[in-house]
């Protein structure tokens, strides 16, 4: 055989070992297949003789009745009838024999159809003693109940197993999420080596051992070196062969597993399982290395009695011992809630405050990865790995928290930060895009210790390859890298209640921003239309007004002084004022009820036509109008375009005071997140410029930054226009100014995928240009 198939041998290959129907029993009793409801007895251990007096030939194929005669088997029947037997074995009566001095124990139950007894000796007359052991159990309960950590716990539970059944040595055993086991608890000879914190492989309790383990709590074997007695059968092709005894308390033994007993130098063995939320947590193993150790059923019982009650304690004993970390992480969710409440935002609340992320679960480093930011915290790899992480965690990774304390062995490309990142605990906030919130934890180096080598399951002699456990147990130390302390649950529930919390949250906010916006767009939509109807309805006084001032000039301007005149004169003109207050109002108004025309326009083409109606001015005022490259084509509202050039134009030239005046047309590209191409427009001048405090001013109607008569005059309407037009088509208006060097104004039409700010940073400042 070649190396390579030596390797490819290791103990899991007991898997495949039909262990619950091993053919034979262990031969401290007797066991009895019967059918039903004729109580035939179809199979048959084989020692019946040693401990009845009865040769197995004499009972196959009888009525069990022949066995235990008609009273007894009546009782028999009347306790089947009123008790639950199925896959439940319980003690049925005491059976007496004519002629035999022992008593025995019979322990029923059914499986596969068929019924199973169990005979084993009696010593249950003895009522003081079985008082006692009520009374130890009583007590065992108490005082593992008054422990305050489950290793106090275990090392109580071991102490008081060990004085119950009289074992050498009683170990605590707990399982590992990898399937491990270590032993967290032992009470000992003094002269005996410790196995306290000794690590286990998984092989060593194969997967169908710990099936037998969940659904049977208690397993003794009295003597390791035992010879099996074989089962008969009334007839070899008979169903019931072979006999299923998962639930049989003589079940022969694996030959692997006792000849690791015996490379372990027990002579005798039992375990009582330890069982949390219907899984496997640990095992109670007791060993015995002086002699065969037989324990009687009421002990077993009393035993496996004990098994269920403690294992009602280890989650509450598992909780205690959490509860204070768990309120800490409580009180540390409820602020970091309080703080993205105040804030606004997920992302500062989670990270700008104190306490945060770092303050949540013990943890070295944080990443907070949401909507393209990633803010990071302590130590961490450098940012283009928590994207490449996380990216991967949202292919690879459905669950919605994922905590290991391995992160190198799922994700390899993390290795190099392994110093950092050996431990992970991510929490994803969306399921469509990578959003995640990060825990990392740092590599700790440490020395595990094994129960002998587990990287040796197998024995080769002379060339061939036979399954063997191992037969050295003593300590191998194993140096494990790459590993971070593991997440305790109560962590990774923490983490899955934060995750909760911020979702409500974000929810919620949506829910009030959506509303917000109803309202807002409610109320704009109220005010624009009372903008309109108001300002329709004042023109009518307003005109009477205007007229009635020049009637009386007209016909009574003999009759008053040069102070009435002018008095009459002044409110013409202010009357002349308000209609154009007015009529702007309309126009603004109208700008944000009108549907836009959606249709593409060329710009060069609307540009030529603002500039040919603006002609005069430019001709009066001496401005140079400067288009250096030709504008794209955009789709767009074809007279509003015009009219937000024609305003931006038109202030360009009216606040120029510059010797030689001239304004410049032009654009941008930028290339959105998508790939596609878009546009930064700008108009500039060298005019007066504006002052950076008034620059988000200049925007509101009917503000003005000089005198009413200063600057050609005006209302100060027309940039307030210009920028709803703005906003109405998806986009954006700002400026760029230096006072007497000139401005910038730049606007996007249409939503730009660049971020905005990015976008003021890139827009260079206002220059004079000769």
């Not at 499986?111 to 009374?135: C, F, H, K, W």
């Not at 740092?442 to 002379?462: A, D, Q």
């Not at 005149?565 to 109002?585: A, G």
């Amino acid at each position: 055989m070649s190396q390579e198939s030596d390797f490819s041998i290791d103990l899991t290959s007991c898997d495949r070992e039909p262990i619950h129907i091993p053919g034979s029993i262990q031969p401290h009793g007797v066991l009895f297949a019967l059918t039903e409801p004729d109580l035939t007895v179809v199979q048959s251990s084989a020692n019946t003789f040693a401990f009845l007096g009865r040769h197995p030939h004499e009972l196959l194929g009888q009525p069990v009745s022949t066995l235990l005669g008609d009273e007894q088997t009546a009782y028999l029947r009347k306790t089947l009838a009123s008790e639950q037997v199925e896959e439940n074995p319980l003690y049925t009566f005491t059976l007496t024999l004519s002629g035999v001095e022992q008593h025995f124990d019979v322990i029923s139950h059914r499986t596969g159809g068929m019924l199973i007894l169990e005979l084993e000796p009696s010593t249950q007359g003895d009522q003081s003693a079985a008082l006692r052991v009520y009374r130890m159990v009583k007590g065992i309960v108490a005082a593992c109940q008054r422990t305050a950590t489950v290793r106090a716990f275990a090392q109580t539970l071991a102490g008081s197993v060990r004085k119950l059944t009289g074992f050498d040595r009683v170990m605590v055993y707990q399982f590992q999420s990898d399937g491990t086991g270590i032993v967290i608890a032992e009470e000992k000879r003094d002269d005996f080596e410790t196995y306290l914190d000794l690590r286990y492989p998984a092989s060593d309790i194969p997967r169908q051992a710990r099936a037998l383990y969940l659904r049977n709590w208690l397993r003794l074997i009295p003597d390791v070196a035992y010879q099996p007695v074989p089962m008969l059968a009334a007839a070899p092709g008979h169903p019931s062969v072979p006999l299923d005894m998962s639930f049989a308390a003589l079940r022969s033994v694996s030959p692997i597993h006792i000849e690791y007993l015996m490379n372990m130098e027990v002579q005798a063995s039992m375990s009582i399982s330890l069982i949390k939320n219907d899984q496997l947590w640990g095992l109670i193993a007791c060993h015995h290395h002086t002699g065969p150790h037989y324990l009687p059923y009421d002990i077993r019982a009393a035993c496996e009695f004990l098994g269920h009650m403690v294992s009602l304690q280890i989650g509450e004993k598992e909780a205690a011992e959490d509860a204070a970390y768990t309120i800490a992480l409580q009180g540390v969710q409820a602020e970091l809630v309080q703080h993205m409440s105040m804030a606004n935002d997920v992302v500062a609340g989670l990270t700008s405050f104190k306490p945060n992320l770092m303050q949540f679960v013990e943890a070295d480093g944080v990443a907070v990865c949401l909507e393209g930011q990633c803010v990071l915290l302590g130590e961490t790899p450098p940012e283009s790995a928590v994207r490449q992480l996380t990216n991967w965690l949202a292919e690879e990774i459905a669950d919605s928290v994922f905590a290991t304390e391995a992160l190198p062995e799922h994700y390899p490309p993390i290795t190099p930060f392994a110093a950092t990142a050996s431990g992970l605990l991510a929490v994803r906030l969306a399921r469509s895009r990578p959003n995640y919130l990060l825990w990392f934890r740092p590599e700790v180096i440490r020395s595990v210790r094994w129960g002998g080598n587990p990287e040796k399951p197998v024995e080769v002699t002379e060339g061939v390859t036979r399954l063997s456990p191992r037969k050295s147990f003593e300590v191998w130390k194993e140096t494990v890298t790459r590993t971070a302390l593991p997440w305790r649950t109560c962590e990774v529930t923490a983490a899955r209640d934060l995750r909760r919390a911020i979702i409500d949250l974000v929810l919620y906010k949506t829910e009030e921003l959506s509303r917000l916006n109803d309202e807002l767009t409610r109320s704009n939509v109220e005010l624009d239309s009372f903008a309109y109807v108001a300002s329709h309805d004042l023109k009518e006084p307003l005109r009477g007004l205007h007229n009635y001032a020049h009637f009386l000039i007209e016909d009574y301007g003999e009759q008053l002084d040069d102070e009435g005149k002018d008095k009459l004169t002044t409110l013409i003109r202010l009357t002349q004022r308000m209609e154009t207050l007015i009529d702007s109002l309309l126009h603004y108004s109208r700008v944000g009820r009108l549907e836009l025309t959606w249709v593409d326009v060329d710009l060069n083409a609307e540009l030529a036509d603002v500039v040919a109606l603006l002609e005069p001015r430019l001709h009066e005022s001496d401005v140079e109008l400067r288009i250096p490259q030709s504008l794209p084509q955009v789709h767009a509202d074809q007279a509003r375009v015009r009219e937000v050039f024609s305003n931006l134009i038109t202030n360009a030239i009216k606040y120029n005071d510059n010797p030689e005046k001239w304004v410049e047309i032009g654009y941008q590209p930028l290339r959105g997140d998508d790939g596609a191409e878009q546009y930064m427009f700008f108009v500039r001048d060298n005019g007066i410029g504006i002052p950076e405090e008034h620059q988000e001013a200049i925007f509101r109607i009917f503000k003005r930054l000089h005198g009413r008569d200063e600057y050609g005059g005006g209302v100060g309407a027309g940039l307030t226009i210009v920028k709803k037009i703005i906003e109405r088509h998806g986009g954006t208006i700002w400026l760029t100014s230096q006072p007497d060097k000139g401005s910038t104004f730049w606007f996007t039409l249409g939503k730009v995928d660049t971020d905005l700010q990015q976008m003021r940073r890139s827009a260079p400042k206002a220059e004079t240009r000769e």
